[in-house]
């Protein structure tokens, strides 16, 4: 998604122009990390769950060489056919030939956030051919022609008479109708007919299994199911990193995966699919873009643990506040700001700032990604690699210089500490981003350490 | 016992009191305290901006001034984080070490170090309590509401000690108040937004005060409760624990 030149302080500025828009969206997805809580608490052992998926996944990241080629092979064996796309376009161009070659021009897609990274849409859009998602987010946010807003919940920013609007210009639903019943029943309708004439689907993946070369799609909607069940051609796009390295491991990620996104304790479907039915053909792209980069990365790698259930998003109260289209990214989020600047440091330089570091990304993640520590040390690089706001470097120069000796820091304190007593308007002023919406402190006669040199001077 | 009294930059300069109260708790308890005159920042500001490289003149400063205590205390659990995390020195990186292992926040070592059972204070208020989240799920002061396991209280065992005192609950009991440094500028919007909601979770549940474990926390939110004209104030838990 392209934000023009604005970064996540511009756009957040934008989404608070409307508090009561701002206060909804908090409490909506606080409701969701509250529904996390409650099934996280009801399991004693999730603690070690958690523990147990990060271990999975660190032996995952560190062979991961040997699971993708153990994983290809028994996918071919069970009459897959396995793609390699080193970026994004190599993917787009991937799924493209194999529509091409069936000649198919229309297809549904369902449960990938990876087609969202790579701008599958958009580029199918380009050669012609039309893409309906069919989850009910998705398929909003694609009739509202935005990106999705939520990895887990795409058009979580939407309220629902907005969706009834929508609805009653491209669904013909009557106008004014916003019940959320009604409207799903509308949209399954319009879809079924969809289903049953398009011949490619195109799904993703959550779990790729290398002990047995299949693979498992989380959906609540069946949705995925459906659509490669009834296409001559299945598609999956999927990440190098969404390898497992045995079946059994789904014991720990599907009991973490669902309690973690919404709360429930499993999504209504968890699908395998392993060979495709007698006349089907079935594609696995697995997909690179910048993931061996980022493993390369010894601070960053274990972001490649994730394993997209955005508990981090709905605990994160910057997120909360600021909607996921403030960070400009498929992606958004905590886990978007550690992920995204591996892309792109220049476009994306906003991303870890845009934290207040409180930690509870961290503690909510399931597979235990020390988001914020990343988020710290995104923000180290991206300034040495001259990334920085330029009037931010002057200031930190200043504050270095000032801080760096005590003769230079008590001065400045004195001098700081008159203009705001004498002449308030110097720092009162809308120049001054505290004072806008918040009052200074108030000014006290003496700092501690001149009052510690008058009454301690035992010292 | 040799400690050392570690008061942050924006303390030192805007709230005294604060520091003063911590002065007068830990030598009210037998302590001996002392405070070296030429501190002044931990580094803390320009590090959380991407600016690490350019506080080793912090690091030094601090390491002269604090390397020769048994234990160092702070009323901040923000700045205690930072040394703990990143005091670094690439000339006594042994005493940058031994720094980080005994820099405490004041109200874990009242509990961990002190084992303090019983305080003399009185404050006959209504209180929230804000859990900044630097101590909170940096240092670990209380149990966080994300993991699953067993609830405990650093700041709460205290201000239970103290007279008259009521605590109040709050809808959440440890989301951010929005500072995160130099966030508070640099995301405006939602930095004070997240201050406005903190501040009325306390505001509605009946709170006559605000306390914290950290100033910083306690200056963005009295920044909004004093542009609201409201009565409600913040204090520093330990002008509370110290409260007559």
């Given at each position: 998604?392209?934000?023009?030149?604005?970064?996540?302080a511009?756009?957040?500025?934008?989404?608070?122009?409307?508090?009561?828009?701002?206060?909804?969206?908090?409490?909506?997805?606080?409701?969701?990390?509250?529904?996390?809580?409650?099934?996280?608490?009801?399991?004693?052992?999730?603690?070690?769950?958690?523990?147990?998926?990060?271990?999975?996944?660190?032996?995952?990241?560190?062979n991961?060489?040997?699971?993708?080629?153990?994983?290809?092979?028994?996918?071919?064996?069970?009459?897959?056919?396995?793609h390699?796309?080193?970026d994004?376009?190599?993917?787009?161009?991937?799924?493209?030939?194999?529509?091409?070659?069936?000649?198919?021009?229309?297809?549904i897609?369902?449960?990938?956030?990876?087609?969202?990274?790579?701008?599958?849409?958009?580029?199918?859009?380009?050669?012609?051919?039309?893409?309906?998602?069919?989850?009910?987010?998705?398929?909003?946010?694609?009739?509202?022609?935005?990106?999705?807003?939520?990895?887990?919940?795409?058009?979580?920013?939407?309220?629902?008479?907005?969706?009834?609007?929508?609805?009653?210009?491209?669904?013909?639903?009557?106008?004014?109708?916003?019940?959320?019943?009604?409207?799903?029943?509308?949209?399954?309708?319009?879809?079924?007919?969809?289903?049953?004439?398009?011949?490619?689907?195109?799904?993703?993946?959550?779990?790729?299994?290398?002990?047995?070369?299949?693979?498992?799609?989380?959906?609540?909607?069946?949705?995925?199911?459906?659509?490669?069940?009834?296409a001559?051609?299945?598609?999956?796009?999927?990440?190098?990193?969404?390898?497992?390295?045995?079946?059994?491991?789904?014991?720990?990620?599907?009991?973490?995966?669902?309690?973690?996104?919404?709360?429930?304790?499993?999504?209504?479907?968890?699908?395998?699919?392993?060979?495709?039915?007698?006349?089907?053909?079935?594609?696995?792209?697995?997909?690179?873009?910048?993931?061996?980069?980022?493993l390369?990365?010894?601070?960053?790698?274990?972001?490649?643990?994730?394993?997209?259930?955005?508990?981090?998003?709905?605990?994160?109260?910057?997120?909360?506040?600021?909607?996921?289209?403030?960070?400009?990214?498929?992606?958004?989020?905590?886990?978007?700001?550690?992920?995204?600047?591996?892309?792109?440091?220049?476009?994306y330089?906003?991303?870890?700032?845009?934290?207040?570091?409180?930690?509870?990304?961290?503690?909510?993640?399931?597979?235990?990604?020390?988001?914020?520590?990343?988020?710290?040390?995104?923000?180290q690089?991206?300034?040495?690699?001259?990334?920085?706001?330029?009037?931010?470097?002057?200031?930190?120069?200043?504050?270095?210089?000032?801080?760096?000796?005590?003769?230079?820091?008590?001065?400045?304190?004195?001098?700081?500490?008159?203009?705001?007593?004498?002449?308030?308007?110097?720092?009162?002023?809308?120049?001054?981003?505290?004072?806008?919406?918040?009052?200074?402190p108030?000014?006290?006669?003496?700092?501690?350490?001149?009052?510690?040199?008058?009454?301690?001077?035992?010292? | 016992?040799?400690?050392?009294?570690?008061?942050?930059?924006?303390?030192?300069?805007?709230?005294?009191?604060?520091?003063?109260?911590?002065?007068?708790l830990?030598?009210?308890?037998?302590?001996?305290?002392?405070?070296?005159?030429?501190?002044?920042?931990?580094?803390?500001?320009?590090?959380?901006?991407?600016?690490e490289?350019?506080?080793?003149?912090?690091?030094?400063?601090?390491?002269?001034?604090?390397?020769?205590?048994?234990?160092?205390?702070?009323?901040?659990?923000?700045?205690?984080?930072?040394?703990?995390?990143?005091?670094?020195?690439?000339?006594?990186?042994?005493?940058?070490?031994?720094?980080?292992?005994?820099?405490?926040?004041?109200?874990?070592?009242?509990?961990?170090?002190?084992?303090?059972?019983?305080?003399?204070?009185?404050?006959?208020?209504?209180?929230?309590?804000?859990?900044?989240?630097?101590?909170?799920?940096?240092?670990?002061?209380?149990?966080?509401?994300?993991?699953?396991?067993?609830?405990?209280?650093?700041?709460?065992?205290?201000l239970?000690?103290?007279?008259?005192?009521?605590?109040?609950?709050?809808?959440?009991?440890d989301?951010?108040?929005?500072?995160?440094?130099?966030?508070?500028?640099?995301?405006?919007?939602?930095?004070?937004?997240?201050?406005?909601?903190?501040?009325?979770?306390?505001?509605?549940?009946?709170?006559?005060?605000?306390?914290?474990?950290?100033?910083?926390?306690?200056?963005?939110?009295?920044?909004?409760?004093?542009?609201?004209?409201?009565?409600?104030?913040?204090?520093?838990?330990?002008?509370?624990?110290?409260?007559q």
């Amino acid at each position: 998604m392209s934000s023009g030149t604005k970064d996540h302080a511009a756009l957040s500025d934008i989404f608070n122009k409307d508090e009561e828009r701002v206060d909804w969206h908090d409490e909506t997805l606080w409701f969701v990390r509250a529904k996390r809580d409650k099934a996280a608490h009801n399991i004693p052992e999730w603690e070690a769950l958690r523990e147990s998926a990060s271990l999975i996944k660190n032996n995952v990241l560190s062979n991961l060489h040997n699971y993708l080629i153990e994983f290809e092979e028994q996918a071919q064996k069970n009459g897959v056919t396995v793609h390699w796309a080193v970026d994004a376009a190599e993917h787009n161009q991937i799924v493209h030939a194999i529509l091409k070659e069936h000649g198919v021009n229309r297809l549904i897609k369902s449960k990938s956030m990876l087609t969202e990274e790579c701008h599958l849409n958009e580029y199918l859009k380009q050669n012609d051919i039309e893409v309906v998602d069919t989850d009910l987010g998705e398929r909003i946010v694609q009739l509202a022609q935005e990106p999705p807003s939520h990895i887990v919940l795409p058009c979580i920013h939407k309220k629902k008479e907005e969706i009834g609007e929508l609805f009653h210009e491209h669904l013909g639903t009557p106008e004014g109708m916003s019940d959320p019943v009604f409207l799903t029943a509308a949209a399954r309708e319009h879809l079924r007919e969809t289903f049953l004439t398009r011949k490619a689907a195109i799904t993703g993946v959550n779990f790729a299994v290398a002990e047995t070369g299949e693979f498992v799609v989380c959906t609540n909607e069946g949705n995925a199911d459906m659509g490669a069940h009834l296409a001559d051609v299945h598609i999956a796009c999927m990440g190098i990193e969404k390898i497992i390295p045995k079946r059994k491991n789904l014991g720990v990620f599907l009991r973490l995966l669902t309690r973690s996104a919404t709360g429930q304790p499993i999504t209504t479907y968890s699908s395998h699919f392993k060979k495709p039915r007698p006349g089907q053909q079935m594609h696995l792209v697995l997909v690179d873009n910048g993931r061996t980069t980022q493993l390369s990365r010894p601070d960053f790698r274990n972001s490649l643990k994730c394993i997209r259930c955005a508990a981090c998003m709905n605990t994160c109260p910057v997120y909360r506040r600021s909607g996921g289209h403030s960070y400009h990214t498929a992606v958004a989020g905590p886990i978007g700001s550690i992920l995204a600047p591996n892309l792109d440091m220049k476009e994306y330089s906003d991303l870890p700032f845009a934290s207040t570091l409180c930690g509870s990304c961290s503690n909510v993640c399931p597979v235990k990604i020390n988001i914020h520590e990343q988020l710290y040390k995104w923000r180290q690089v991206i300034v040495k690699e001259g990334y920085a706001d330029p009037t931010k470097k002057l200031a930190m120069k200043a504050m270095e210089f000032t801080l760096s000796s005590p003769f230079v820091y008590k001065n400045a304190g004195k001098v700081g500490r008159w203009f705001m007593k004498h002449a308030p308007f110097t720092v009162n002023n809308k120049l001054n981003l505290w004072y806008q919406h918040r009052e200074m402190p108030a000014v006290p006669k003496e700092s501690f350490g001149e009052w510690y040199k008058k009454n301690k001077k035992n010292d | 016992m040799n400690v050392g009294l570690f008061i942050p930059c924006y303390i030192d300069q805007f709230y005294p009191n604060a520091a003063i109260a911590t002065l007068n708790l830990l030598s009210g308890l037998g302590i001996t305290v002392k405070y070296p005159v030429n501190q002044t920042c931990c580094g803390q500001p320009m590090a959380n901006s991407g600016f690490e490289h350019l506080t080793q003149g912090c690091n030094d400063l601090f390491i002269d001034n604090f390397a020769e205590f048994d234990y160092i205390v702070s009323p901040s659990g923000s700045c205690v984080l930072h040394i703990k995390d990143h005091l670094h020195s690439p000339t006594a990186e042994d005493k940058a070490l031994g720094i980080r292992k005994k820099v405490y926040e004041l109200t874990e070592f009242l509990t961990d170090v002190l084992k303090v059972e019983k305080l003399s204070a009185r404050f006959p208020h209504k209180v929230g309590v804000h859990q900044s989240c630097h101590g909170q799920r940096g240092l670990m002061l209380a149990q966080m509401s994300e993991l699953v396991d067993a609830p405990f209280s650093k700041p709460l065992h205290l201000l239970k000690m103290v007279e008259g005192l009521e605590l109040v609950e709050l809808s959440r009991p440890d989301e951010c108040c929005g500072f995160g440094g130099t966030f508070c500028v640099a995301e405006e919007a939602v930095s004070v937004k997240m201050g406005k909601d903190r501040v009325a979770d306390h505001v509605n549940h009946g709170a006559e005060y605000i306390t914290a474990a950290d100033m910083s926390c306690l200056m963005h939110m009295e920044g909004i409760l004093r542009r609201q004209n409201s009565n409600v104030k913040v204090l520093h838990i330990a002008e509370i624990l110290s409260a007559q």
